[in-house]
């Protein structure tokens, strides 16, 4: 867009800008002065149900003064805004009273994955829970031999009490807590029937009836697999973070006075000179200042083909040197690197909830209570009525027993993980779980024209007018890295070493820019802006028909009315994937729209070549966020896709907002989806991958909820004994978690490579 992002100057000093992928930084060693909010993370261990991570939510947003807190049960971590005057030993101190630990994870330091979980305690239960198990197989085969009461004590006793004491210790504190979870529903149902068979050993010796030590010893050993695998397949939902986390080097080649010296990355400071050799990662952002190469970015961007790189050329921290020898500067280190931003925002969107996980919060809140109570209905019923109450225990117990919230809790957290950590595979940044939700359901994408559709790489194709008109546009717009100022910087400087000084610029919004240069004020901008002089611009209907962006350049003396001097015209290229991307879009039935300041000559051109009809011209930025509303009000669910400053009011204003990480700041802080490449394609992608993340989670909800709907009526009425009650309840959560983990299996339409 012709002057679409005409703010963004930096200052006379002439430092450059990089951009970043707007992330909310939390808080480091010290918070925000009084009064300011801050984001607090921390580690949340005990956890194992629904209802557990529900309690700690609860205790937390009871301390005064924060704000909101959210409670992930598949990351294990709890996200914190509170005031500032909120301690984080003060909730530690809450988590800890509604019975849990908790520990503050820094921000500036790396994410750490959890050691894989043990898998001895459940060899150990396993082996001495078969033999427990192998009398009631074996009388399958007419087989009828049973263990000794004392033996059968002996190995149970373990499994029950040793093996078995995390369920006794997370039920205490539950219970102490005046609330439930699943550790307690084990705890309650296996010390039942185990007391039933201590019970039944003492009062009838050697000619007891059945006794159900093996029902208690196997619930708990299938407890404990299920957890183990489900842990298991938990680690495996973060192993495109972990691969994110892989790309960190420890080391860097530091030249200092003279001398390579090789030193942790943590002591490598911005303005230092980093030398990168063939083969190595790049340890920090920064600009080349020697040398040229090729980098591979593949695991930052998804780019498949590596990437030139020469003097002035911008690199990325993790991206592996494939060709020379590189001599970098430092531009940003440790946690403003563009790789720690990434991590952090994955790690945030895997965080935060998604809405449709408020309906499964409010039903495990009254889960546990509920399901309690139908084990005493279930017990009272079968006992009264048929007198036998040792089935009525034994069914009481299998209704606690599969009764598990677990998979409830994991359904969509570890979805979302999944899919967050996929797409970040591929370049596509998800920036919180409502990004995700909304963008599976939009029907109208509206697109920005420079550096979106196109390349946003503008060269100046003709100059015409008075002889200084390239001198001036040059001085008029010297500070701004606006893509077209670039263009007439690059065309000046083989006419004259460095531009004329100027004074008092400004930038016109959606129009261009002005300065004083000498004696006489210059304006530089589109059509729009001459109108608004009274400057009469003619036709340049020749420039437009080729798709050209033009600018006219206009005079005013002092005191004087303005008059027009000249124009440049840019020629700008659309980019390979553009139009392969709108047909995808189109061919899913969503209304593609281009939105753009430029002419409407060269509108219309790059609108066919892409294949968009509905195009609107010459429009400025608070007509952008107007044309987004509109088709809010016709029903459509919007995603505005742009890359300049004035791009972000619209994309505050869409349903969603989708930036492109070659663009400003401010695009991608206002953006719920970055796209790590300025290529278009990724658009369909990025709807592609909400689409099958949002079908997984609404497929696990929907399991986890039959689930409970089929199993416990069907333990109330006797038709489950506990040991398939818990074998039911262990494969609930893996199989949801494992459902989750096929998201890992998704790849973009657009090729791009991970």
């Known amino acids: 867009m012709l002057y679409e992002a005409a703010g963004r100057c930096r200052a006379p000093s002439g430092g450059k800008v990089y951009p970043s992928v707007g992330i909310k930084e939390n808080h480091l060693d010290t918070h925000e002065a009084a009064g300011a909010l801050a984001e607090y993370t921390f580690k949340i261990d005990g956890m194992t149900c629904a209802s557990c991570s529900g309690r700690v939510e609860r205790a937390l947003k009871k301390v005064p003064g924060v704000q909101d807190a959210s409670v992930n049960l598949a990351t294990e971590k709890a996200s914190i805004t509170a005031s500032s005057a909120v301690t984080a030993q003060t909730l530690v101190d809450a988590v800890q009273r509604a019975g849990y630990a908790a520990a503050e994870v820094r921000a500036a330091a790396p994410a750490l994955r959890d050691a894989p979980a043990p898998w001895w305690p459940v060899a150990l239960a396993t082996a001495l829970s078969l033999p427990l198990i ?54 309650i149902g296996t010390s ?77 400071r911005v303005g230092d000179t980093v030398i990168v050799r063939p083969g190595d990662r790049v340890p920090v952002d920064g600009v080349v200042v020697e040398g040229s190469s090729e980098l591979d970015e593949s695991l930052l961007t998804g780019e498949s083909m590596p990437v030139p790189k020469h003097a002035g050329s911008a690199v990325t921290g993790g991206a592996v040197n494939a060709g020379g020898m590189l001599v970098i500067t430092a531009t940003a280190v440790g946690g403003a690197t563009m790789l720690s931003q990434i991590i952090r925002l994955v790690e945030d969107a895997q965080a935060v909830k998604a809405p449709i996980q408020r309906l499964v919060d409010k039903v495990s809140a009254v889960f546990v209570p509920v399901v309690l109570l139908i084990s005493v209905l279930t017990l009272l019923a079968w006992g009264v009525t048929s007198g036998d109450w040792q089935q009525a225990l034994l069914n009481a117990v299998a209704v606690q027993v599969i009764a598990c919230p ?22 596509i940044l998800i920036k919180d779980a409502d990004a995700l939700e909304t963008a599976h359901a939009v029907t109208a994408v509206v697109f920005d024209k420079t ?91 020749a420039h437009e028909r080729l798709g050209r962006t033009v600018s006219y350049l206009a005079l005013a003396a002092a005191g004087g009315t303005p008059r027009l001097a000249g124009l440049l015209a840019f020629g700008d290229t659309v980019k390979p994937s553009a139009r392969a991307a709108v047909a995808r879009l189109q061919k899913q039935g969503i209304k593609c729209v281009m939105l753009t300041g430029d002419n409407a000559g060269s509108a219309g051109a790059v609108a066919a070549a892409v294949g968009i009809t509905d195009f609107r011209a010459e429009v400025l930025p608070a007509e952008k966020s107007q044309a987004v509303a509109d088709l809010k009000r016709d029903g459509h669910i919007v995603a505005m896709v742009g890359d300049g400053i004035n791009d972000a009011p619209a994309l505050a204003s869409a349903d969603i907002g989708i930036a492109m990480a070659t663009g400003t700041d401010v695009a991608m802080h206002t953006a719920g989806i970055t796209l790590m490449r300025g290529d278009p394609a990724l658009v369909a ?30 333990a109330a009425f006797g038709l489950l004994n506990p040991v398939i009650a818990g074998a039911a309840m262990a494969l609930s959560s893996v199989s949801v978690v494992t459902n989750a983990l096929l998201l890992r299996r998704w790849r973009p339409e657009s090729g791009a490579m991970p």
């Open 134 to 187: 192998a009398p009631m197989l074996l009388q399958q085969f007419g087989v009828h031999w049973m263990l000794p009461g004392w033996l059968q004590l002996a190995l149970a006793t373990p499994v029950q009490f040793w093996l078995g004491a995390r369920f006794y210790r997370a039920g205490w504190h539950a219970a102490r807590a005046m609330s439930g979870n699943m550790d307690l529903l084990v705890a």
């Open 192 to 268: 039942a029937a185990y007391g039933l068979s201590l019970y039944l050993m003492l009062a009838h010796g050697d000619s007891a009836p059945h006794l159900y030590f093996e029902s208690s010893a196997t619930v708990i050993t299938l407890v404990l697999l299920g957890k183990w695998l489900e842990a298991r397949a938990k680690r495996q939902t973060l192993a495109a973070l972990g691969a994110l986390e892989s790309l960190r080097p420890a080391q860097a080649l530091v030249r200092r006075a003279g001398v390579d010296a090789v030193v942790p990355v943590a002591e490598v």
């Open 406 to 427: 677990c998979a409830l809790g994991l359904a969509t957290p570890t979805s979302i993980m999944a899919g967050t950590g996929v797409a970040a595979r591929y370049g």
């Open 451 to 541: 550096g979106t559709l196109t390349e946003g790489r503008p060269t100046l194709a003709a100059v015409e007018g008075e002889p200084e008109v390239l001198a001036l546009a040059w001085a008029v717009q010297q500070y701004s890295d606006h893509p077209l100022a670039s263009a007439v910087a690059a065309a000046a400087r083989a006419v004259t070493s460095a531009p004329a000084a100027a004074s008092n610029a400004q930038a016109l919004p959606g129009r261009g820019v002005s300065a004083v240069v000498g004696e006489s004020t210059v304006y530089l901008g589109n059509a729009r802006l001459m109108r608004e002089l009274g400057v009469d611009v003619g036709s340049a209907e």
């Open 685 to 714: 992608d990025a709807i592609a991958i909400s689409n099958r993340t949002y079908r997984k989670i609404r497929q696990n909800l929907g399991w986890a909820f039959v689930y409970n709907i089929v199993g416990v009526p069907l």
